[in-house]
């Protein structure tokens, strides 16, 4: 297994269009989730998944931002008329434990900027 | 909200010093984790702490948590080069959340 990956690892986008991010965990880690980190920051939660199911979403994610993880598998998180306040890494990490004491595998993230 | 507070914000040091870095909350964690994030790269998990109290070794680095499990200090025996990077700790909130908390990180400068 090659660890988490994330696609594209970068991104830039006129303000206004959507776009979409992929994650593939590992492949035995039913527990997936979103962060977002701006600069100077550590990473804000976003959401999570326990296999298909979306258990929490932060209230940081506005109406414009979804996520899926069909089948349980890899998963996608789509920004939609995106704004410059937008532009930071989102990451994307998995556990193959529901206790947050197991600790993460992060895969690269992707950069977004919204010009 | 629970929030960890970490310090200092910024190091600079020269190779072969000695340097501490710190983990602070008024809540109690029943975990926490240190990880070091390198520029355009994701997190990557370095140990948990589990016990109030715990010591964990992991070559030059020595993480601590806090008997009250509400901070946690990591120190860093003769830094290297290799050893900068964004430090991040993140905490597992009590009562079972199932996601972490992080903090803003102390960025590591270590000067040949």
């Known amino acids: 297994d090659t660890g988490v990956s994330q696609n594209p690892r970068h991104k830039i986008t006129k303000r206004g269009q959507n776009v979409t991010f992929r994650c593939d965990p590992i492949?035995?880690?039913?527990?997936l989730y979103w962060y977002r980190q701006t600069l100077g920051q550590g990473p804000e939660f976003l959401t999570y998944?326990?296999?298909?199911?979306?258990?929490?979403k932060s209230r940081l994610l506005s109406d414009r931002f979804s996520a899926e993880r069909p089948k349980g598998s890899f998963s996608t998180l789509e920004i939609q008329r995106t704004e410059q306040g937008d532009s930071a890494m989102y990451l994307c990490?998995?556990?193959?434990?529901?206790?947050?004491?197991?600790?993460?595998?992060f895969g690269s993230g992707t950069r977004l900027t919204v010009v | 909200t629970q929030l960890l507070e970490q310090s200092p914000q910024f190091l600079s040091i020269q190779e072969g010093e000695n340097l501490t870095v710190y983990c602070n909350s008024s809540?109690?964690?029943?975990?926490l984790q240190w990880y070091r994030q390198e520029p355009g790269e994701g997190p990557v998990l370095l140990v948990t702490?589990?016990?109030?109290?715990e010591v964990k070794k992991l070559k030059r680095l020595t993480f601590q948590f806090g008997d009250a499990r509400k901070d946690s200090s990591l120190h860093i025996t003769a830094a290297q080069p290799g050893d900068t990077g964004l430090y991040l700790c993140?905490?597992?909130?009590?009562?079972?959340?199932?996601?972490?908390?992080f903090g803003k990180g102390t960025k590591l400068t270590v000067n040949p």
């Open positions: 990490a998995s556990s193959p434990r529901t206790e947050a004491n197991y600790g993460y595998t």
């Open positions: 993140a905490g597992a909130p009590q009562g079972g959340s199932e996601k972490l908390v």
């Open positions: 998944f326990q296999n298909e199911a979306q258990l929490e």
């Open positions: 702490v589990v016990t109030g109290g």
């Open positions: 809540s109690v964690f029943s975990s």
């Open positions: 492949s035995e880690h039913n527990r």
